[in-house]
C-alpha cells in the first residue's frame, strides 16, 4: 500500500509559479513510476506529467515548456513545478503512483490539491 499526500497548490497569478509536492509512504519510492495528474471543473481528468523509477519523463502537449516534474530518492517526493501559470491551468492537481511502468492505470492516488491561476 502507499499512501500519498499532496501540497503546494494555492492562488497564483497569470504567469506566475507554483511548486506541488507530493510525499509517498509505504513502499520503496525509487520503485514506483510517478504521475501528476489535474481536472477542471466539467472536464475529464488529464496526465499532465509523469515521470518513471529510472528518471524518464512525460509532458502533455499543453504544459511542455512551463511544467517539470522530478523526484528526490532521499526524499521520498516527487515535484512539479509549475512556471508561466495561465487560467486554464485552474485546476485540482493530483499526485498518482503506479508499480507497472507500462499500465497506464496508476494503482494510488493523493487526495489532490487546488491550484487556481487568476486573469
Known amino acids: 500500500q502507499v499512501q500519498l499526500v499532496e501540497s503546494g497548490g494555492g492562488l497564483v497569478q497569470t504567469g506566475g509559479s507554483l511548486r506541488l509536492s507530493c510525499a509517498a509512504s509505504?513502499?520503496?519510492?525509487?520503485?514506483?513510476?510517478m504521475g501528476w495528474f489535474r481536472q477542471a471543473p466539467g472536464k475529464e481528468r488529464e496526465l499532465v506529467a509523469a515521470?518513471?523509477?529510472?528518471?524518464?519523463?512525460y509532458y502533455a502537449d499543453s504544459v511542455k515548456g512551463r511544467f517539470t516534474i522530478s523526484g528526490d530518492n532521499a526524499k521520498n517526493t516527487v515535484y512539479l513545478q509549475a512556471n508561466s501559470l495561465k487560467p486554464e491551468d485552474t485546476a485540482v492537481y493530483y499526485c498518482?503512483?503506479?508499480?507497472?511502468?507500462?499500465?497506464?492505470?496508476?494503482?494510488?492516488w493523493g487526495q489532490g490539491t487546488q491550484v487556481t491561476v487568476s486573469s
Open positions: 498518482a503512483a503506479k508499480t507497472n511502468l507500462y499500465s497506464k492505470k496508476y494503482d494510488y
Open positions: 509505504g513502499r520503496i519510492f525509487r520503485t514506483l513510476h
Open positions: 515521470i518513471s523509477s529510472g528518471g524518464s519523463t
